[in-house]
Every structure is written in C-alpha cells, then in structure tokens.
Nanobody, 126 residues
Framework: QVQLVESGGGLVQAGGSLRLSCAASGRTYSRYAMGWFRQAPGKEREFVAAISWSGGSTDAADSVKGRFTISRDNAKNTVYLQMNSLKPEDTAVYYC???????????????????WGQGTQVTVSS
C-alpha cells in the first residue's frame, strides 16, 4: 500500500506563493494518478488538481486554474502543488491522494482515491 506524506504548508499573505510536496512510498507509485484536495472548516473536501501517472495529463478546479500547478517527479516519488496568487479563500487543509489502480486516469472525485496523506495546513491572511 502506498503511503503519502505532505509538506510545505504554512501561513502566507494574500498574493503570495507556496509549494506543497507529497512524498510517496511504494514500488508502483509511478503508475498511479495523483490528486490534491482541500478541506476548509465546516466544508466538504473539494478537488483542487490531479495528474496522470505519466504527468502528461492534468486537471484543476476552476477556482484555482491559472494560479495553481500540479506536477510530479516519478524519480523522486513526489507530487507537487505550486500555488501562486493565493487568496484568503484558499485557506484549508490540503491533502494528497493516490488512485491506486494501475494507469487509471486522474479524477476530480475524492471517492476514487484510496490512499490519503495526513494533510498540511495552508493559511492565507488578508
């Protein structure tokens, strides 16, 4: 089973940037689609971005398109989320997730991911 550990969260002012990392263990990580989700207090977990196993296909929520970029380095077993032009409404716990079926496409639906990290807090001050 793949294990995921997020890092890179923190406190940043509006307009600033952060880069989240998700380190994965497991021999077959490089064959999994990966996603980033977030959950703000009192709200449901929502899709942020996803990437195919090869990195050749990505998707992002409309609310972050043009500001956030997902990427991966399979040699380092790591997925990244570069977040620019951050807004207070981006404040949430950010989770990395793996869709552990081999070569499955990326998905915006949390229920299609079956391995999750512990989350990292991102707080954007106004």
């Amino acid at each position: 089973q793949v294990q995921l550990v997020e890092s890179g969260g923190g406190l940043v002012q509006a307009g600033g940037s952060l880069r989240l990392s998700c380190a994965a263990s497991g021999r077959t990580y490089s064959r999994y689609a990966m996603g980033w989700f977030r959950q703000a207090p009192g709200k449901e977990r929502e899709f942020v971005a996803a990437i195919s196993w090869s990195g050749g296909s990505t998707d992002a929520a409309d609310s972050v398109k043009g500001r956030f970029t997902i990427s991966r380095d399979n040699a380092k077993n790591t997925v990244y989320l570069q977040m620019n032009s951050l807004k207070p409404e981006d404040t949430a716990v950010y989770y990395c997730a793996a869709r552990t079926g081999l070569y499955k496409p990326p998905s915006p639906y949390p229920y299609e991911y079956d391995a999750w990290g512990q989350g990292t807090q991102v707080t954007v001050s106004s």
